[in-house]
C-alpha cells in the first residue's frame, strides 16, 4: 500500500494551496482518508478526516472554515483545500487512511493504518 501525497510549498499568508494523496496498492472501499500535520518541535496533529461515503467530515478547530477536506473514491484520491493559510499553518502534511475508524476515534493517529511520506507547507511573507 503506498500513499503519495502532493502539493505542497511555499505561499504567502492569505494564501490557498491544495493538497492531494492518491493511495494505490489495495481496494479503499469502506476505508476513512485524514489529513495530519507535524510542525518543527511539535507533535503530529489531526487535521481533518472523510468517510468512505463522503457524508461524514471531521475537522479540527484550528482549521474550521478555511480547509475543506474531499475525496474521489473513483481514484482512491484525497484532498485537502487551504484557504486563508496562517503562519502557524506551517508544518508537514501527512495523509492517512483506516478501515477500522469510527467518528469517535476520528482524530487518534493510532487508528490508522497506512500514512504517506508527507509534504511540506511553509507559509511566510
Same mark, same amino acid.
Given at each position: 500500500?503506498?500513499?503519495?501525497?502532493?502539493? %505542497?510549498? *511555499?505561499? /504567502?499568508?492569505? !494564501?490557498?494551496? +491544495?493538497?492531494?494523496? @492518491? =493511495?494505490?496498492?489495495?481496494?479503499?472501499?469502506?476505508?476513512?482518508? %485524514?489529513? *495530519?500535520? /507535524?510542525?518543527? !518541535?511539535?507533535? +503530529?496533529?489531526?487535521? @481533518? =478526516?472523510?468517510?468512505?461515503?463522503?457524508?461524514?467530515?471531521?475537522?479540527?478547530?484550528?482549521?474550521?472554515?478555511?480547509?475543506?477536506?474531499?475525496?474521489?473514491? @473513483?481514484?482512491?484520491?484525497?484532498?485537502?483545500?487551504?484557504?486563508?493559510?496562517?503562519?502557524?499553518?506551517?508544518?508537514?502534511?501527512?495523509?492517512?487512511?483506516?478501515?477500522?475508524?469510527?467518528?469517535?476515534?476520528?482524530?487518534?493517529?493510532?487508528?490508522?493504518?497506512?500514512?504517506?511520506?508527507?509534504?511540506?507547507?511553509?507559509?511566510?511573507?
Amino acid at each position: 500500500v503506498q500513499l503519495q501525497a502532493s502539493g %505542497g510549498g *511555499f505561499v /504567502q499568508p492569505g !494564501g490557498s494551496l +491544495r493538497l492531494s494523496c @492518491a =493511495a494505490s496498492g489495495r481496494t479503499f472501499v469502506g476505508y476513512t482518508m %485524514g489529513w *495530519f500535520r /507535524q510542525a518543527p !518541535g511539535k507533535e +503530529r496533529e489531526f487535521v @481533518a =478526516a472523510i468517510k468512505w461515503s463522503r457524508e461524514s467530515t471531521y475537522s479540527s478547530n484550528s482549521i474550521k472554515g478555511r480547509f475543506t477536506i474531499s475525496r474521489d473514491n @473513483a481514484k482512491s484520491t484525497v484532498y485537502l483545500q487551504m484557504n486563508s493559510l496562517k503562519p502557524e499553518d506551517t508544518a508537514v502534511y501527512y495523509c492517512a487512511t483506516g478501515s477500522r475508524i469510527i467518528s469517535s476515534t476520528m482524530s487518534r493517529r493510532d487508528t490508522y493504518d497506512y500514512w504517506g511520506q508527507g509534504t511540506l507547507v511553509t507559509v511566510s511573507s
